[in-house]
C-alpha cells in the first residue's frame, strides 16, 4: 500500500498531497512494526494480542507522531519505533478499559474480554503494555521518561473515572479531568515524541504538543457526543452505549442542569443503568435537547484552542495538517 492515496484524517482538502503520502509510507512501516512486535510463541496470546490490531482504528496517535516530525526531520529512524510505541500504549489500555467496562465489542467486533474472558484480555494488555516498553528501551532515557509519566496519567484517569468525584468536586469538572488524563495525554505526548525524534526545536515541539493535547480534548468530547448521535456503522459502537451503562458525558451533564419542567423525565433517566427501552427512550429525548448544542459548542472551543496555539507556528504543509485535524475532529460529529 507505500505511496498510495491515504485515507481518513490525511485525506483531507487541506492536506498537501505529497505530505499525505510520506506520512502514509511511515503509517505503513509502523503497521508492519506493530504486526511483528505482538508475535509470540504462544499462539493464544498472538491472537488475541494481535485482535485490536487487526480490527483497524485510527491509528491517530502513530499518525500525530510522523506529522508532528515534520516540522524538523520526519527522516529519522526512531520515528517509526516511537510511532508504534504509542500506538501500543494505547491499545493495551483498551484491552483494560473492556474489562473494567464490561465492553462487548470494540471497533466493531467483539472485545477481548468477551471471545477470551476477562482474565485473558488483563494478560493481553500487559504483554502488549510490556511489548511497547521494549521498544521504547532502545529509543533512550528520556523516551522512556515521558512514556512512563503519561502512562501514570493514564492510570491516574482511570482511577479517577472508577472512583467517581470525591467530595464537593463538581462533577463536570471531574469528568474533563479524566479526559484529560485518560485521552488527552497520550495524544499530547504522541506529538512531543514527534518533536523529540523529529529533532524539532523546544518552542515549536511545546507548541505542538498543547496544541494536541487541546486536539486531544475535543477528539475524546467527539466521541462522546457520537455516542448519542452517531452512526454505528461508521464508529462500530453501538449508541447510546454511555446511557446505558449509567455513565454521564457532557451532554447529559448539560442536560442534568435543566430546568425546564419538560426535562423532569430526561434527567431522571441519567446517571443510571437503563434497560434496552429506557436507552432507546433516553436517546430520543436527548438528541434534539439542547444540551447537544451546547456540547458541540465545547467541542468547537477546545478545537479552536488547538488552532490558536497552531497560528503561532510557520505557515507551511505540516502545520496546515495540523489545522485540518481540528475541522475534523469537530466535523465527524456532523
Not at 498531497?17 to 498472538?46: G, I, M
Not at 494480542?49 to 499518525?63: E, P, T, V
Not at 493514564?154 to 463536570?172: A, C, Y
Not at 505557515?315 to 496546515?320: I, T
Request: with cysteine; aromatic share 6%.
Amino acid at each position: 500500500m507505500s505511496g498510495a492515496v491515504p485515507s481518513g484524517f490525511l485525506a483531507l482538502p487541506r492536506v498537501d498531497l505529497s505530505l499525505a503520502r510520506e506520512v502514509q509510507d511511515d503509517l505503513d512501516k509502523v503497521e508492519e512494526l506493530l504486526e511483528d512486535s505482538v508475535s509470540s510463541a504462544d499462539p493464544l496470546l498472538t491472537e488475541s494480542a494481535s485482535h485490536l490490531l487487526q480490527a483497524g482504528g485510527k491509528r491517530f496517535r502513530a499518525m500525530l507522531v510522523l506529522l508532528a516530525s515534520h516540522f524538523g526531520d520526519p527522516n529519522s529512524p526512531d520515528l517509526v519505533p516511537a510511532a508504534a510505541v504509542v500506538e501500543l500504549t494505547h491499545v493495551a489500555t483498551l484491552y483494560h478499559d473492556d474489562v473494567m467496562d464490561e465492553a462487548e465489542i470494540r471497533r466493531g467486533r467483539p472485545s477481548a474480554n468477551m471471545r477470551w474472558g476477562n482474565s485473558i484480555a488483563i494478560l493481553t494488555g500487559d504483554y502488549v503494555f510490556a511489548q511497547a516498553s521494549r521498544m521504547l528501551a532502545d529509543l533512550g532515557t528520556e523516551a522512556v521518561r515521558l512514556q512512563a509519566e503519561t502512562f501514570a496519567r493514564l492510570v491516574k484517569g482511570q482511577v479517577r473515572e472508577t472512583s467517581g468525584p470525591l467530595g464537593d468536586t463538581d462533577p463536570l469538572e471531574h469528568y474533563l479531568q479524566v479526559i484529560s488524563d485518560k485521552t488527552a495525554s497520550l495524544i499530547a505526548s504522541s506529538a512531543e515524541f514527534g518533536g523529540m525524534f523529529g529533532k524539532v526545536d523546544p518552542e515549536t515541539t511545546g507548541t505542538l504538543t498543547r496544541a494536541s493535547d487541546a486536539l486531544g480534548m475535543a477528539f475524546q468530547l467527539a466521541d462522546d457526543i457520537l455516542d448519542v448521535v452517531g452512526n454505528p456503522d461508521d464508529s462500530g459502537k453501538i449508541p447510546g452505549t454511555d446511557l446505558r451503562e449509567g455513565v454521564l458525558t457532557l451532554p447529559m451533564f448539560y442536560a442534568q442542569r435543566s430546568t425546564d419542567p419538560a426535562d423532569e423525565r430526561l434527567r431522571s433517566l441519567l446517571g443510571r443503568p437503563l434497560d434496552e427501552t429506557e436507552a432507546e427512550e433516553a436517546l430520543a429525548l436527548l438528541r434534539p435537547h439542547p444540551a447537544m448544542a451546547e456540547a458541540d459548542a465545547t467541542l468547537r472551543w477546545w478545537a479552536d484552542k488547538a488552532r490558536a496555539e497552531l497560528a503561532t507556528l510557520p505557515e507551511g504543509r505540516p502545520r496546515a495538517a495540523f489545522e485540518a485535524l481540528c475541522d475534523y475532529v469537530v466535523e465527524r460529529t456532523g
